[in-house]
């Protein structure tokens, strides 16, 4: 129990927890602006060519009527959604691997001191 707990505090440490934070509150945002796009444009784009938009889409079996506009609403929502997120994150990933790559550039050689130089031909000279 105490490496589960010391584990967990070195996690929370370590910023996981509010990147995880963050991205749960950047998701809802994105969340509302997709129903939001998805309620007030593509709905009524969608109205104009069927009476009631998605939304009116129903199917009626024995007592219960489902529906299925609702639902196709949300899968459209979920792939604008999927969609956008994807994207930022392959850009956060580009972003971090262009960073990676600049801490991991090798540092040049500086250039030998007039001693280096000097030694470096006596040492040629006398395996000659």
């Given at each position: 129990?105490?490496?589960?707990?010391?584990?967990?505090?070195?996690?929370?440490?370590?910023?996981?927890?509010?990147?995880?934070?963050?991205?749960?509150?950047?998701?809802?945002?994105?969340?509302?602006?997709?129903?939001?796009?998805?309620?007030?444009?593509?709905?009524?784009?969608?109205?104009c060519?069927?009476?009631?938009?998605?939304?009116?889409?129903?199917?009626?079996?024995?007592?219960?009527?489902?529906?299925?506009?609702?639902?196709?609403?949300?899968?459209?929502?979920?792939?604008?959604?999927?969609?956008?997120?994807?994207?930022?994150?392959?850009?956060?990933?580009?972003?971090?691997?262009?960073?990676?790559?600049?801490?991991?550039?090798?540092?040049e050689?500086?250039?030998?001191?007039?001693?280096?130089v000097?030694?470096?031909?006596?040492?040629?000279?006398?395996?000659?």
């Amino acid at each position: 129990m105490k490496k589960f707990l010391e584990e967990f505090k070195e996690f929370a440490l370590k910023g996981n927890v509010m990147d995880m934070a963050i991205g749960v509150i950047i998701g809802g945002a994105f969340a509302s602006i997709v129903a939001a796009l998805t309620d007030n444009i593509i709905n009524p784009i969608i109205g104009c060519f069927t009476t009631g938009g998605l939304e009116g889409w129903t199917i009626s079996i024995w007592k219960a009527e489902l529906g299925i506009g609702a639902f196709i609403m949300a899968i459209i929502n979920f792939i604008i959604l999927a969609l956008i997120l994807f994207a930022m994150i392959k850009a956060m990933n580009k972003l971090m691997d262009a960073r990676k790559k600049e801490e991991e550039a090798p540092a040049e050689d500086p250039e030998p001191t007039k001693e280096e130089v000097l030694l470096t031909e006596i040492r040629d000279l006398l395996k000659k």
